[in-house]
């Protein structure tokens, strides 16, 4: 497979997840990974850390064990306006921002609804990733949520982790669904782990057969290439730039 990058994974700092980020670093290396991230849940999800943490992120080195460390959070998709649980004065400081909606958090309502939560956290130029948008218990139209990540440059992901969940509704139709919709419109996605504990980095054992049987292009996958997947963080940090740019 040789995937050189998994940009979805947790440490104790989350609350529910078991590693520390010098061990996460230690089997990100074991598993020929160049680039890892590593990116907690904000402050809404229970037991998770405070703003606090990620202010003083700076002081972790980006680099162990030969492996390049992203280091940021998993936002939490409050409403239907995409609002997300941090700060712009904290969230300029994570190397990477995913948003995601958590059932717990955001009560699901009708499909334009949650598609609306979904677009709108897109349409910020300050999120990289929308994670797991996959759940029938918060249906979504795919449509219009593939061509939103194609317009603003935002990916969409595949995580191994939803296909294990048993509260999860239909993840493996709905990732077809997205993958069939992105090979449509030419979008990339990403495939991340969502490890929650350091032996789960860059595990795809779920996810790469949806892949597979929907015959997805390999080059629609960012995860062959650190540096192409650096460049794009590069791209949205200058989309991210002009925007606030343009709003002054």
Do not use: W
């Amino acid at each position: 497979m040789n995937f050189e990058l998994d940009m979805h994974t947790h440490t104790i700092a989350s609350g529910h997840a078991y590693g520390t980020i010098t061990e996460m670093a230690k089997e990100a290396a074991v598993r020929g990974l160049k680039l890892l991230g590593i990116t907690e849940h904000t402050h809404h999800m229970p037991g998770t850390c405070n703003d606090l943490y990620f202010v003083n992120l700076r002081v972790v080195p980006r680099e162990m064990y030969g492996v390049r460390l992203m280091l940021g959070a998993e936002l939490n998709i409050m409403d239907d306006q995409g609002t997300t649980d941090l700060p712009e004065r904290i969230m300029k400081r994570l190397d990477i921002r995913i948003a995601s909606i958590h059932g717990n958090l955001f009560p699901p309502g009708t499909i334009q609804h949650n598609t609306s939560a979904i677009v709108n956290a897109i349409k910020n130029p300050a999120i990289d990733i929308i994670g797991h948008p996959d759940d029938s218990n918060c249906p979504l139209d795919y449509e219009q949520i593939v061509q939103a990540s194609k317009e603003y440059h935002t990916l969409l992901e595949i995580n191994n982790n939803s296909l294990r969940s048993p509260s999860r509704k239909n993840v493996r139709e709905n990732m077809t669904v997205i993958l069939k919709l992105c090979k449509k419109y030419d979008v990339p996605v990403i495939l991340n782990s969502d490890a929650h504990f350091m032996t789960d980095i860059a595990n795809t054992d779920h996810s790469m057969p949806v892949v597979e049987e929907a015959d997805f292009p390999k080059e629609l996958i960012i995860n062959y290439s650190a540096e192409r997947f650096e460049a794009y963080i590069v791209e949205n940090r200058t989309r991210e730039k002009a925007y606030k740019e343009s709003k002054k």
